[in-house]
């Protein structure tokens, strides 16, 4: 039997759709329904890797660990990934197929994706019970809705019914609401069955005449209001760099302070998560020379554009300040693009970076980077190198990388990798360190231990606390969420939308 489809669609980008996504899938596998989740077009600075060495929007992958499955290229069958101005990878089933600009993106590709994106929703559909479909900004972009591949043409290829999210925490709830609908076709409306008010703060009784209004002006019920949820599962759009959780950090409000660099085409920048979990430990996103400081860790993070970032790193004057961190015991870390940057030199000879210049690295590090056409994504493990913290321990991530980089005879691998590959590399006094691998720091007991020997360092006593593994919180923020939802939106009418029946499992 072909699957039953539901599709989550916003009036803006970042109202939370992804997350609703992700709730719906955990749900439905808590029922026993065989659910999948699909995003047929996603710009998004941070990728997933799948087991089969695909890449694909960190979303579809977090809600399909939800929905209990692993994730393949078939849940989101073309990734935009942001490399320059109105320029982005286009990746097609987890592979690079080519960098585009805009226009030719739209005037030249959206057709031919149509296809491979059918392709993709008729293999779910004969293999899953439910498709969670997610949307993409907004239905109502008039300029671009007849290009539009993510949205109302996809609720319509799976015959799927819409839940118009809208986002309150930003003002404007009603309007942006009335105004979606509106600039909806009349076919177009009539998917939409459902609203859902996401991200709210204040007293629930208050918004109940704007409800009814709402219904009435409409004909289309509230399924619920959704509270305010801080939940720990990681963002993929840059949107999620402003959000509260690095505006809650300020000055010598915490004894380790942590600082990471938001470069101008940052990606993967998830990396740092686990931080926020760790006791005593603050968090700074800095932008620019005046807000650096003197952390005890400097992350570097990943980048789209490595030799561009660099450039934007030492006209800001960052390459003078992090090299003077070096001398005074900060601890810097790259990671993928960041640590290409902790190196001599990078070249890029083929112009896979777009400019086709080299540069010089910051030279914590000696080692060099060549960029080459052939892109390495997949997901691996590793044991750390002995000498570094405690010591082959056992580490996992994954690589999404274009460049091969080259160490010096005496510079000493980070992870010897199960393949067989050395990794990274390390400094003599272990005060720098470099990886390919993303999700490093995902990795509980090497982050604890990374802290406390910072807190060593500054004569503070280490943390004993129990280390949750990422899995563990993982599946907890899974569940939260679920039972979030359960609780404040009507799921009755969900399942009868689907004719599905409500079953406890």
Same mark, same amino acid.
């Given at each position: 039997?072909?699957?039953?489809?539901?599709?989550?669609?916003?009036?803006?980008?970042?109202?939370?759709?992804?997350?609703?996504?992700?709730?719906?899938?955990?749900?439905?596998?808590?029922?026993?329904?065989?659910?999948?989740?699909?995003?047929?077009?996603?710009?998004?600075?941070?990728?997933?890797?799948?087991?089969?060495?695909?890449?694909?929007?960190?979303?579809?992958?977090?809600?399909?660990?939800?929905?209990?499955?692993?994730?393949?290229?078939?849940?989101?069958?073309?990734?935009?990934?942001?490399?320059?101005?109105?320029?982005?990878?286009?990746?097609?089933?987890?592979?690079?197929?080519?960098?585009?600009?805009?226009?030719?993106?739209?005037?030249?590709?959206?057709?031919?994706?149509?296809?491979?994106?059918?392709?993709?929703? @008729?293999? !779910? $559909? =004969? &293999?899953?019970? +439910?498709? %969670? *479909?997610?949307?993409?900004?907004?239905?109502?972009?008039?300029?671009?809705?007849?290009?539009?591949?993510?949205?109302?043409?996809?609720?319509?290829?799976?015959?799927?019914?819409?839940?118009?999210?809208?986002?309150?925490?930003?003002?404007?709830?009603?309007?942006?609401?009335?105004?979606?609908?509106?600039?909806?076709?009349?076919?177009?409306?009539?998917?939409?069955?459902?609203?859902?008010?996401?991200?709210?703060?204040?007293?629930?009784?208050?918004?109940?005449?704007?409800? @009814?209004? !709402? $219904? =009435? &002006?409409?004909? +289309?019920? %509230? *399924?619920?209001?959704?509270?305010?949820?801080?939940?720990?599962?990681?963002?993929?759009?840059?949107?999620?760099?402003?959000?509260?959780?690095?505006?809650?950090?300020?000055?010598?409000?915490?004894?380790?302070?942590?600082?990471?660099?938001?470069?101008?085409?940052?990606?993967?920048?998830?990396?740092?998560?686990?931080?926020?979990?760790?006791?005593?430990?603050?968090?700074?996103?800095?932008?620019?020379?005046?807000?650096?400081?003197?952390?005890?860790?400097?992350?570097?993070?990943?980048?789209?554009?490595?030799?561009?970032?660099?450039?934007?790193?030492?006209?800001?004057?960052?390459?003078?300040?992090?090299?003077?961190?070096?001398?005074?015991?900060?601890?810097?870390?790259?990671?993928?693009?960041?640590?290409?940057?902790?190196?001599?030199?990078?070249?890029?000879?083929?112009?896979?970076?777009?400019?086709?210049?080299?540069?010089?690295?910051?030279?914590?590090?000696?080692?060099?980077?060549?960029?080459?056409?052939?892109?390495?994504?997949?997901?691996?493990?590793?044991?750390?190198?002995?000498?570094?913290?405690?010591?082959?321990?056992?580490?996992?991530?994954?690589?999404?990388?274009?460049?091969?980089?080259?160490?010096?005879?005496?510079?000493?691998?980070?992870?010897?990798?199960?393949?067989?590959?050395?990794?990274?590399?390390?400094?003599?006094?272990?005060?720098?360190?470099?990886?390919?691998?993303?999700?490093?720091?995902?990795?509980?007991?090497?982050?604890?231990?990374?802290?406390?020997?910072?807190?060593?360092?500054?004569?503070?006593?280490?943390?004993?606390?129990?280390?949750?593994?990422?899995?563990?919180?993982?599946?907890?923020?899974?569940?939260?969420?679920?039972?979030?939802?359960?609780?404040?939106?009507?799921?009755?009418?969900?399942?009868?939308?689907?004719?599905?029946?409500?079953?406890?499992?």
């Amino acid at each position: 039997m072909k699957a039953r489809s539901i599709m989550i669609q916003g009036t803006a980008s970042d109202v939370g759709k992804s997350l609703i996504c992700t709730a719906l899938c955990r749900i439905f596998a808590n029922k026993g329904y065989r659910v999948v989740p699909f995003k047929s077009q996603n710009m998004a600075l941070n990728s997933y890797v799948t087991v089969e060495g695909g890449e694909i929007g960190r979303s579809q992958g977090v809600q399909a660990e939800a929905a209990r499955i692993v994730a393949t290229s078939d849940m989101n069958p073309i990734l935009l990934k942001p490399k320059q101005d109105m320029v982005s990878e286009v990746i097609v089933h987890g592979k690079h197929f080519l960098d585009m600009n805009a226009m030719d993106y739209r005037n030249q590709f959206v057709q031919e994706a149509m296809p491979i994106i059918r392709k993709s929703v @008729e293999k !779910l $559909q =004969q &293999e899953y019970d +439910i498709i %969670v *479909l997610e949307g993409a900004g907004s239905p109502a972009e008039i300029n671009l809705k007849d290009r539009d591949i993510a949205n109302m043409r996809m609720a319509q290829l799976a015959d799927a019914a819409v839940i118009l999210v809208a986002d309150i925490d930003r003002g404007g709830v009603f309007a942006s609401i009335i105004g979606t609908l509106a600039l909806l076709e009349d076919d177009e409306r009539n998917r939409v069955k459902g609203i859902i008010i996401n991200k709210f703060r204040g007293i629930r009784e208050l918004l109940d005449d704007g409800i @009814e209004w !709402l $219904q =009435q &002006e409409t004909g +289309i019920p %509230v *399924l619920g209001v959704l509270p305010y949820l801080d939940v720990s599962i990681e963002a993929e759009d840059s949107l999620a760099l402003s959000s509260l959780r690095f505006k809650k950090t300020e000055k010598d409000e915490f004894p380790i302070d942590v600082a990471f660099l938001r470069f101008p085409h940052i990606s993967n920048f998830t990396d740092v998560d686990p931080f926020f979990d760790e006791p005593g430990v603050g968090v700074r996103l800095v932008g620019n020379i005046h807000e650096l400081g003197r952390p005890d860790l400097l992350i570097l993070p990943g980048t789209k554009n490595t030799i561009e970032d660099l450039k934007w790193m030492r006209d800001a004057g960052f390459d003078m300040a992090i090299k003077e961190l070096r001398k005074h015991g900060t601890i810097i870390a790259g990671i993928c693009g960041g640590f290409q940057m902790l190196g001599t030199n990078l070249f890029d000879p083929d112009a896979v970076e777009g400019c086709g210049e080299d540069a010089e690295g910051l030279s914590l590090l000696s080692l060099e980077t060549i960029f080459q056409a052939e892109k390495k994504t997949v997901q691996m493990e590793g044991v750390l190198a002995p000498g570094f913290l405690k010591g082959e321990m056992k580490l996992s991530g994954y690589e999404i990388h274009l460049g091969q980089t080259a160490l010096d005879s005496q510079e000493q691998s980070f992870l010897l990798l199960k393949d067989g590959r050395m990794d990274g590399a390390v400094s003599a006094d272990n005060k720098v360190f470099g990886t390919y691998l993303h999700g490093i720091f995902h990795n509980r007991h090497f982050t604890r231990e990374l802290v406390n020997q910072i807190r060593r360092n500054k004569g503070l006593d280490e943390v004993m606390e129990n280390i949750q593994s990422d899995s563990e919180r993982r599946e907890e923020a899974y569940n939260l969420l679920a039972s979030h939802m359960e609780e404040n939106i009507d799921m009755d009418t969900i399942f009868q939308w689907l004719e599905l029946e409500v079953t406890d499992v």
